[in-house]
C-alpha cells in the first residue's frame, strides 16, 4: 500500500512537472546570466519594479522622494549600442536622463555619466528584466539588483522570486515602487537632467561619492532641493 502511494506521488510529480520549466530554487540558478543575443531583446520600454542598491542613501532616497520611473531603449546609430531615456517622477514633478550604453557579450556598459556594468539574471517572469549592475562613482564600486518589467506591475510570485534573488547576492532589502502613483509621460514637459549630470565631468562623481557616502548631509540637500520645488504649505 505504502509503495504504491509512492509510485502514485512520483508519477503525479512527474506529470505535474511535463510542461513547466523547472522552478528556480536555489541561489546557483536564481543567480544565473542570461545571454542576450542583440540589443533588440532589449529595446522598447520597462517600468522599474524594485531596486536593490548598496550605495548608502539610495533606498531611503527612492523610498522618500522617488515616486515612479520608466525607462525606453531605443537603438543608437551604432549597431551594438543603446540610447535609454530614464523618466522619473519625483514629487508629482518629471525629470529625464539620457545615456548610451554599449551591449558586448551579453554586458551593457555605460561610460557616461557614470561608469556602469550590467548583466542580466534568469527569472520566471515573462516579460521582466533583472538587472544585475556595478556602478563606479570615484574610487568606490556600488551593487545593485533592478527589476523591470514590460508591465507596470507584476505577480506576487514574480516579486518574491526577485527578493529571493536580491538575498543571494547579499544585497540590501529592495525598495518596491509603488506603480500605482502613475507614470511620467515623455512629453515636453519633462525636465532634462541630463546637462546637469555631465556638466562636471568625473569630479563631480568623485564629489558625489563622497556626498553619498554622508547620509544625514544627502538626505539634508535633498529636502531642500525639493521643498524648493514644491509649492509652499502652510
Ligand atoms: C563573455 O562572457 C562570459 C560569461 O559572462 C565570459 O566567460 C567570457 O569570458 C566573456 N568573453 C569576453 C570576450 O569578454
Ligand atoms: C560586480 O563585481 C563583483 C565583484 O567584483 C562581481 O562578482 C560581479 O560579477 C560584478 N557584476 C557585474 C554586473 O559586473
Redo the contacts with the bound molecule.
Sequence with gaps: MKMAIIVLAALLLTLLSVGQSAPLTDCDSLTRRVEITGRDQLLGNWRHIGESSTVPVAPNMMKRFLETSWAQLTAADEPDSIIIKQLQKVFGRCFFLKAKATLMNSTLSFVSPFTI???FLTTSCPDCLVV???TTLGLT?Y?GLQLLSRRDSVTPAELDEYRKQVKCLNLPDPVILNTERGYCLDDASVQDLTPAIHSGGTDVMAQMDELLKNKAAIEQLLQGVFNSLLPSQN
Design positions: 556594468v550590467e548583466v544585475s549592475s556595478n564600486t551593487s
